[in-house]
């Protein structure tokens, strides 16, 4: 698997060869966005159906019974 670093590092990397200096900051910043980007929304649903799900699930159930 690749790595974060691996991807930003290459990135920079043609962004440096292709514009210089302007081109490395840009692409470098472009995909580390992106990568938090992705992460956050890769975690957003775990997090938020377990905790979500299962409060108003055993809640309601409870107070249900």
Known sequence: MIGAYTVGKRAVKFGYERYGVPGAVASGGAV???????????????????????????????SEE
Do not use: H, T
């Open 32 to 62: 580390l966005a992106g990568y938090l980007i992705v992460r956050r929304v890769l975690r957003s649903p775990d997090g938020g159906s377990e905790s979500g799900s299962g409060s108003d699930g055993e809640g309601g159930s409870a």
